[in-house]
C-alpha cells in the first residue's frame, strides 16, 4: 500500500512534514510517486472480520448442504468479487488487472457495508446467517437505525 505519516493535530504537521521530506531524500525518486492527503479512518475491526469469517462458514455450510459444494476460500472470493469488485494492482512497472479488493483495506464503514450487503444477498439466497445482538455489526446497525 505505501507508507504514510498520520497527523492527529496541528502539532504534528511540522514533524510529519519533515518525517516525508526525509524519507524522500533517503529513498530517492526514480519514478513519480503520488501524495495524497486524505482523513484517517480507522481499518475494519477484528470482531467485523471474525464475523465475516464466521458467515463465510455459514454459507459454506449452507450451499454444501443444497447440493452446491463450494469451499471457503471460493465462497469468500465470490463475495469479495460480488460487493468489492476488482482493482488493478501496480508492482513497480507490472500491472496486474482485475484483481479481486481486499477487505483488509476496507475502513470499519465501508467493512459495515460490505456485511450489510453480504447479509442481504445471503438472505436472498435463502440462508439466514449468525447475528448476535452484541457483536459490532448489530451495534452499528442499531445505531445507524435510528
Not at 471460493?74 to 482485475?98: S, Y
Request: aromatic letters at 10%; glycine letters at 6%; hydrophobic letters at 35%.
Amino acid at each position: 500500500m505505501g507508507d504514510f505519516w498520520l497527523i492527529k493535530d496541528s502539532r504534528d504537521i511540522d514533524a510529519g512534514l519533515e518525517s516525508v521530506k526525509s524519507y524522500l531524500n533517503s529513498n530517492g525518486v526514480d519514478n513519480p510517486i503520488k501524495i495524497q492527503l486524505k482523513p484517517y479512518k480507522l481499518q475494519r475491526s477484528l470482531s467485523q472480520n471474525s464475523l465475516f469469517h464466521n458467515w463465510v462458514r455459514e454459507l459454506v455450510d449452507y450451499f454444501c448442504s443444497n447440493d452446491y459444494p463450494i469451499t471457503f476460500k471460493d465462497m469468500k472470493l465470490i463475495l469479495k468479487n460480488k460487493f468489492l469488485g476488482t482493482e488493478d494492482v501496480v508492482i513497480h512497472n507490472t500491472v496486474i488487472e482485475g484483481q479481486v479488493r481486499s477487505t483488509s483495506e476496507l475502513d470499519v464503514g465501508e467493512f459495515q457495508k460490505f456485511l450489510e450487503e453480504v447479509q442481504a444477498w445471503s438472505y436472498d439466497m435463502g440462508a439466514i446467517l449468525s447475528n448476535p445482538e452484541d457483536s459490532e455489526f448489530a451495534v452499528n446497525r442499531r445505531s445507524s437505525e435510528g
